[in-house]
């Protein structure tokens, strides 16, 4: 609870999308480590524990190397089957089913989001417009939003969209480990939090992703004159 009432929504995207840039390149060192405290001062633990991961993922992967494309497709169908997944879960038959089967409280363990997502689940009130509509409808009734991103796509554009718009977002990657990486992390906060509507973290994760894949474009670009001389 003392996380919860420190967190910071506001500047969260935007703190680990600056985390994201500076923790590729790390020539900027005070950047690097301004950005690292910013990430920590928000208080979001999926952001802080992403942010632990990128200060070591250099020693794990070669952030520059291609990923497979059969691997890329895995990782795709895998966010697609977890935001299915997580769909189901909040059904409310089954988060009783849950609790009562592992003894544990999903409302606690979800902050409260079992408990929003059962104010729109199959209300004959709640009409379908098209992206947006859930926010109008909670935000008009209870003064709340459903947060949860993905399964907020799931409610509006049905699964078709959904897997579409999975399907482009990780084909701007161009296949590159470390913004597959970025964007993994991207989707796994959209499925447990909110994002999607946070446009200035979301145009500094662009630039990000956008200066990395010039830079190996251009370091792609000398190595085949060299080949040619």
């Not at 009130?125 to 909670?138: P, R, V």
């Not at 709340?144 to 409610?155: A, G, R």
């Not at 959904?162 to 913004?179: A, D, E, G, L, R």
């Amino acid at each position: 609870m003392l996380f919860r009432s420190l967190e910071s929504s506001t500047f969260a995207g935007i703190s680990i999308s600056t985390a994201m840039y500076f923790l590729y390149y790390r020539s900027n060192k005070l950047g690097s480590i301004l950005s690292i405290i910013f990430v920590i001062l928000t208080f979001k633990r999926l952001a802080i524990v992403f942010m632990i991961f990128l200060i070591f993922v250099h020693k794990i992967f070669n952030c520059n190397k291609k990923v497979n494309h059969t691997l890329l497709n895995y990782i795709k169908i895998g966010i697609i089957l977890l935001t299915f997944g997580y769909f189901t879960i909040m059904i409310p038959e089954n988060v009783d089913k849950i609790n009562n089967m592992f003894n544990i409280d999903l409302y606690k363990l979800t902050m409260s989001r079992t408990y929003r997502f059962k104010l729109i689940y199959n209300r004959a009130n709640f009409i379908n417009t098209g992206l947006g509509s859930t926010y109008s409808y909670m935000m008009n009734l209870y003064k709340v939003s459903l947060e949860m991103d993905m399964i907020k796509l799931l409610i509006e554009v049905t699964p078709i969209g959904v897997i579409i718009f999975v399907n482009n977002m990780f084909n701007t990657v161009k296949k590159n480990w470390y913004c597959m990486i970025l964007m993994l992390f991207q989707f796994l906060n959209l499925i447990t939090s909110h994002s999607l509507t946070s446009v200035f973290s979301w145009v500094i994760f662009y630039i990000t992703i956008g200066c990395i894949l010039y830079k190996n474009d251009l370091n792609n670009n000398k190595k085949s004159k060299k080949i040619v001389y």
